[in-house]
């Protein structure tokens, strides 16, 4: 590209308010790719959460809080997929249940620049390399929204193999979701739980230092399991590692 991309980042709520060091990753990440970066101070949540639970009328201004923060933007990037999944398939979904022709139309158009992390850096900046320095060895576990509804691929495993110093090994049983599911998680404690001690067990069983993943919702899930069992396995963010350099480690 010619030109410095304009980025608006799309930090989501629970990096915002849990994880802001993945935002920071994220920003560090993009202005060392040459993107002028931006954080629009209306943004809140994605409204997931809300919609996932059945409440669609409530969902509604959120996605008009989301589109009036992010419209003006040339790129909005989020290191989330489940939360840019919600953006794209849920949006409009929501404004035509509502009724307003006028927000699913603005929201159609506003997810044509609608991106996760990975997705951009291979899709639009279209690099693998970004210089990253992580030596340690790291098992990725492909998130279930990043997969099934951003439709991410394998774009962070292409950005992982070309991490310099990094061991990537294969997390066995890698398809398969870890439970948290966001208020799945609340509302069957029991097999969320379940499903996530499978997880950290696959993670443990790697010999990995560190469990990868581009979602810091089903970290937070696992990693509080690994927690309670001791393990040394420990959870960290996909833009983490890329932000990551020889010069500026983590």
Known sequence: MTSRPSVALFATCINDTMFPGTAIA???????????????????????????????????????????AFEGADYVVGP???????????????????GDEGLRRASETLNQRVFELSEFLVDVLGVTDVGAWFPHRVTFHPTCHSIRVAGVGDRPQRLLREVGGIDLVDL??????CGFGGTFSVKNPDVSVSMGSDKARS??????????????????????LLSRSKSPVTPIHLAEILASTREDPR
């Open 203 to 224: 993670a443990v069983s790697t010999g990995a230092e560190y469990l990868v993943a581009g979602d810091n919702s089903c970290l937070m899930h696992i990693g509080g």
């Open 26 to 68: 994220t920003v560090r990440l993009l202005e060392r790719l040459g993107c002028t970066v931006t954080f629009p101070e209306a943004q809140t949540c994605c409204g997931q959460m809300l919609t996932n639970t059945g409440y669609i009328a409530q969902a509604a201004p959120v996605v008009r809080t989301f589109v009036r």
């Open 80 to 98: 989330s997929g489940s939360c840019v999944g919600s953006a794209r398939h849920q949006h409009p979904m929501i404004a035509s249940k509502v």
């Open 172 to 177: 066995p049983d890698a398809d398969q979701c």
